[in-house]
């Protein structure tokens, strides 16, 4: 039988390997085009509204990557600490906060199971369908040992409901391979937010997109064209059912604000 924690340690390995390769040029180039930087801005707009966020807000985001989106966040927080497994990715984003200025944002190397202190507001975008099942399971009772009371968790991440993901499988196999590492999978949205119920959060389900997203990345020079399919998905978000076939959701998970009782029978959680 497979040891779960020699299968996370591998897992990691290959993420990173993975990572380092993309954040090794690729990523950056990539992620300056104008559609992208239009993505990122949407998202950041998006973090703010669900968190509530504002110039006092310690904010934490898993997996930052190269902290594209997270340098585009910090000016509207009081600070933004990011943290990635993959060491290029850490030295660009350090770079770019230290060319832009920005002094409120902290860039961690290393693996997030590791990380102590206390946010108000803790992200992952693209983050938990990289998780192998274990963590998975493991990281609504971690994130909440991160998070101060009251504290906010947003993710998101591919619905394996998503209709963008059939067609793609259908008409460009190759490609949607192309932009995968070997263990990240598409998430069901309702039984991720069900991690989260478990572990003593209110949370919900919402999509963000059905094509927008994937539009920016497949023509990232073409900004309108964006626009355009952003301003589809705003409408195709908001449609009941057809909702449910979105590509990316979002799990917006929220504590308490009442810190856990203390007493002999329930045990704080570290
Ligand atoms: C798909 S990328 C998303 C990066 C970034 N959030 C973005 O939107 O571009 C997933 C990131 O998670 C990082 N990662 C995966 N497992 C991790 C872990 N256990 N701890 C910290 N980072 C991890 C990878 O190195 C990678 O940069």
């Known amino acids: 039988m497979q040891d779960p924690a020699q299968d996370e340690r591998a897992v990691l390995a290959r993420e990173l390997a993975y990572h380092e390769e993309l954040y090794g040029g690729f990523a950056q180039t990539h992620f300056a085009r104008p559609a992208v930087r239009a993505l ?45 497994l993959s060491p290029s990715a850490i030295r660009q984003a350090r770079a770019d906060a230290s060319a832009a200025g920005i002094r409120n944002a902290e860039f961690i190397e290393g693996a997030f199971e590791h990380l102590d202190g206390a946010f108000d507001f803790a992200f992952g975008v693209f983050f938990l369908h990289h998780l192998p099942d274990a963590s998975l399971d493991a990281f609504p009772e971690r994130i909440a040992s991160l998070l101060a009371p009251g504290g906010v968790f947003y993710s998101l991440d591919p619905s394996r409901w998503r209709l963008a993901g059939a067609l793609g499988r259908l008409i ?8 995968q590492t070997p263990d990240e999978r598409e998430l069901d949205p309702w039984t991720t937010a069900a991690r989260f119920e478990a572990a003593g959060f209110a949370s919900r389900v919402a999509f963000y997109d059905f094509f927008s997203s994937q539009f920016a990345g497949l023509l990232p020079g073409f900004e309108s064209g964006y626009r ?31 810190p856990p009782e203390q007493n002999c029978s329930t045990p704080r959680v570290s």
């Open 40 to 84: 990122r801005r949407h998202m950041v707009r998006r973090l703010l509204t669900v968190s509530g966020a504002g110039p006092g807000s310690r904010v934490l985001s898993l997996g930052c990557g190269i902290g594209d989106t997270e340098l585009l966040l910090a000016p509207h927080v009081g600070s933004v600490t990011g943290i990635d």
């Open 228 to 258: 355009m399919a952003r301003a589809a998905d705003e409408v195709l978000c908001r449609i009941p059912l057809l909702s449910r076939l979105g590509g990316n959701f979002e799990v917006i998970a929220r504590l308490s604000a009442a």
């Open 172 to 179: 460009v196999p190759g490609l949607m391979r192309r932009y």
